[in-house]
T-cell receptor
Framework: AQKITQTQPGMFVQEKEAVTLDCTYD???????LFWYKQPSSGEMIFLIY??????QNATEGRYSLNFQKARKSANLVISASQLGDSAMYFC??????????????FGKGTKLSVKP | NAGVTQTPKFRVLKTGQSMTLLCAQD?????MYWYRQDPGMGLRLIHY???????AKGEVPDGYNVSRLKKQNFLLGLESAAPSQTSVYFC?????????????FGPGTRLTVT
């Protein structure tokens, strides 16, 4: 069965430091996409970054980078230079490119990140 | 360009009552999804649609029905609400479904069933 595991229910990081949020995934499919979303206390889901299973380079978007290790089935999110506004829930998600529910996302349970001043 | 909008934002129902949640998108997306989010959980797929007039079940479809009569709208109905349906409901849309890089989410509807 397809599954996303986020083992860190909560994390603390000092402002301006880097932090890594862990995500492992389970699928026997070869073609899939991995996503990270941010959910602040206001509740909306904000897309951060995407990595395709065939992408050779790790994805980067500003202060966000995705450390993709395909053999280990991990897709960790790295946030550099943390800011107070980064305090939020972070969800890792997977989309299968074949079968499944036509592109729907399978979500992990999330990691709550708190940035300390 | 409003993106994905959801109506209402909040609702309180009594057990057994019915209601419809409306999702609208103005991006001409083919694919639309309804998810629910419970405390301590990620989002789980309820139903989805790959185009006007089509719907299909997701992971947790029981107690819900959906309709996609117009491409821009995706309705989620609760015929007889139960306390277990207390949740935050998110609608999302994407252009191509499987190969779309991003799903665009609405702001969510917080539903409480007493």
């Amino acid at each position: 069965a397809q599954k996303i595991t986020q083992t860190q229910p909560g994390m603390f990081v000092q402002e301006k430091e880097a932090v890594t949020l862990d995500c492992t995934y389970d699928t026997s499919d070869q073609s899939y996409g991995l996503f990270w979303y941010k959910q602040p206390s206001s509740g909306e889901m904000i897309f951060l970054i995407y990595q395709g299973s065939y992408d050779e380079q790790n994805a980067t978007e500003g202060r966000y980078s995705l450390n993709f290790q395909k053999a280990r089935k991990s897709a960790n999110l790295v946030i550099s230079a943390s800011q107070l506004g980064d305090s939020a829930m972070y969800f890792c998600a997977m989309r299968l490119n074949y079968g499944g529910s036509q592109g729907n996302l399978i979500f992990g349970k999330g990691t709550k990140l708190s940035v300390k001043p | 360009n409003a993106g994905v909008t959801q109506t209402p934002k909040f609702r309180v129902l009594k057990t057994g009552q019915s209601m419809t949640l409306l999702c609208a998108q103005d991006m001409n997306h083919e694919y639309m999804y309804w998810y629910r989010q419970d405390p301590g959980m990620g989002l789980r797929l309820i139903h989805y649609s790959v185009g006007e007039g089509t719907t299909a079940k997701g992971e947790v479809p029981d107690g819900y029905n959906v309709s996609r009569l117009k491409k821009q709208n995706f309705l989620l109905g609760l015929e007889s609400a139960a306390p277990s349906q207390t949740s935050v409901y998110f609608c999302a849309s994407s252009y191509e479904g499987v190969y779309s890089y991003e799903q665009y989410f609405g702001p969510g509807t917080r539903l409480t069933v007493t």
